[in-house]
């Protein structure tokens, strides 16, 4: 069964999102949250990273922090897919566990 | 109560003094040790500096915790896994961390290593056979 993998810090920050990426299994799926989504902005330093990470898992991003930082769903990086409150809750219950990369 | 054990994984990646999170999660480590689960630790990042040997805080001021690691087989805690990668990239090796043990009562008590290298994909595997996994 597979992990929601979410990550909550700016990759610009610290290192923490290129790790959930390195240790993302074929199914896993990765949601950004808070400062996580300056993350999979397009065109920035990780979009390739993102575009490879997409073979292999999805990638979300949660709407209201988006919002709040300016980002609109077009911003992001292609193939990258928001969700709001109720699509978190969707992911956590349908994956076998979570894992947070903090 | 006859409810099946889980398998709990401890991620740490922070450094042990800059920040709290290495030694809460030690902590939540021992009180979870009470439960009688199945406990591993995973260090990755800069989590492998928790391992580092000769560590000596008496000119910080804060409490050498790392020899705790050590006394984790008392508490039937007796899988540390290290992720090889993380160590290579700070030029750290094993012989660079604290030798873990612990006594296998089923062979005499013999001493047995705690630690376990793996890769980036073992360790992922790793995350994905866990039932609970609580990050640090």
Known sequence: MSTLHTVNKSPFERGSMATAFGHVLEGDAVLTIEDGVYGV???GTFAKTIAEALARCEVYALGPD???RGMKPEDLAEGVKVVGYDGFVDLAASHARVCAWL | MAEAKKKFLYVNRKAPYGTIYALESLEV???GAAFEQEVALAFLDDGVFDLIEG???AG???KNFSKTYRALGDFEVRKLYVERESLEERGLSQADLMPIVYEDENEDYAEK???HLVDRAEMARLIGESDVVLSF
Do not use: E, F, N, W
Request: proline share 6%; glycine share 12%.
């Open chain 2, 55 to 57: 560590q000596d805080t």
């Open chain 2, 60 to 62: 910080i001021g804060m």
């Open chain 1, 66 to 68: 988006l919002a709040a």
């Open chain 2, 29 to 31: 480590v021992l009180i």
């Open chain 1, 41 to 43: 902005r397009k065109g």
């Open chain 2, 113 to 115: 290593p705690s630690i």
